[in-house]
């Protein structure tokens, strides 16, 4: 199966290792992907694991009924493996009950422990 990140690679070559945690996400922008997959494989678990406790909503719930069908990454400010915080803004598209549709946000990355976690992001509306 490709991930669904969109490299086109294997998932288990890409976001699946990061997901399964096999490895850590080196950059913001893997953690960036390792979540898009995560929604589009439905992985709610991760998703949280994923997530800064301080801004991690309760009760996160997904919405099965959305499929996920693109990733395009915009704009990345800092980020890199050696950076403590970092920016990501993305292009989400997805197809819904009611029709297609895309969700651009610019979503803030940051360390715990050493590892990137998503801390929140500023949704655009549609791109």
């Known amino acids: 199966m490709n991930c669904p990140c ?5 998932l288990d070559e890409c976001c699946g290792p990061v997901i399964a945690g096999d490895r850590r996400a080196l950059t913001a922008t893997d953690l960036m992907r ?3 997959t995560a929604y589009a494989t439905g992985n709610r678990f991760y ?8 801004t991690c909503p ?11 069908c ?14 403590a ?15 297609p549709g895309e969700l651009r946000e610019r979503s803030r ?10 801390l929140d992001g ?6």
């Open 109 to 118: 990355f940051g360390r715990l422990d050493g590892r990137w976690v998503y």
């Open 85 to 99: 915080e970092g920016v990501v803004e993305f292009v989400a598209r997805f197809v819904a009950v009611d029709g």
């Open 34 to 36: 390792s979540r898009y």
């Open 70 to 83: 693109g990733l395009e990454i915009v704009d990345t400010e800092r980020g890199g493996a050696f950076d």
């Open 6 to 10: 969109g490299p086109l690679r294997a």
């Open 122 to 127: 500023v949704v655009d509306g549609p791109a």
């Open 58 to 68: 309760i009760g996160l719930a997904l919405d099965a009924s959305i499929r996920w």
């Open 47 to 54: 998703l949280v694991h994923s997530w800064s406790p301080m």
